[in-house]
């Protein structure tokens, strides 16, 4: 068999099996987020990703794993790429800097016009039933561990004398996770940039009045 017949071979097998004989692991990915980012983990069904993705459920599974392993994946992309904001964030050299550029951050990405509105980690909680507690579980650990991660930098503030010695780090990490759960939903619900980034300078302006 020649080169030509063998490569003619294997596009018949790979169309056989679902596979879009351009398959591209990392753009099919990226569809599998945006679904589990508009409708949640447990909203999702299989067949709107075998839509979204171009693929029948056995080429999914030989790509991605089950369900679940492709939504642990999908997360996994989108804690690395989407939400990279955080980790800018964090890197700040002020405590306050931290503080407006992870609130900006977020509202920027929480009504980003091609994304789904929210963010995937809060919604993706909130719609879990008793069904994927573990998926919930999950999620909510993602959460607690950027709220963590808040708290250690601040801690570094008090240490560093830019924050007052007397400082809650662990309730201002409370205070800034909580506005950015309130302005995920706020955002699903359809609140505009513009009304999410007045909610901001709101905050930022009592913040300046108690510091």
């Not at 991660?149 to 780090?169: M, Y």
């Not at 409370?174 to 939903?185: I, P």
Request: proline residues 4%.
């Amino acid at each position: 068999m020649n080169t030509e017949d063998t490569t003619k071979e294997l596009k018949q097998v790979t169309k056989q099996r679902g596979r879009p004989p351009s398959f591209n692991q990392d753009e099919a990915l990226e569809k599998a987020l945006h679904v589990f980012w508009l409708h949640g983990y447990e909203g999702t069904s299989m067949a709107e990703l075998t839509e979204a993705l171009g693929m029948n459920k056995p080429s999914i599974y030989a790509a991605f794993g089950n369900k679940e392993e492709l939504f642990r994946k999908a997360l996994a992309k989108y804690l690395v790429g989407t939400v990279a904001f955080v980790s800018e964030a964090l890197n700040q050299p002020t405590a306050q800097k931290v503080i407006e550029n992870f609130l900006f951050g977020a509202v920027e990405l929480l009504t980003k016009p091609n994304n789904p509105r929210g963010c995937m980690v809060v919604q993706g909680a909130l719609t879990c039933g008793a069904g994927s507690a573990q998926i919930q579980q999950e999620l909510i650990s993602r959460r607690q561990s950027y709220e963590n991660a808040l708290k250690q930098r601040f801690d570094l503030a008090i240490t560093q004398g830019d924050l007052p010695p007397q400082s809650n780090s662990a309730a201002l990490a409370k205070y800034l996770a909580t506005m950015h759960q309130g302005l995920s939903v706020q955002a699903t619900s359809g609140a505009s940039k513009e009304e999410l980034t007045e909610v901001v300078h709101l905050a930022l302006q009592n913040w300046s009045a108690k510091n």
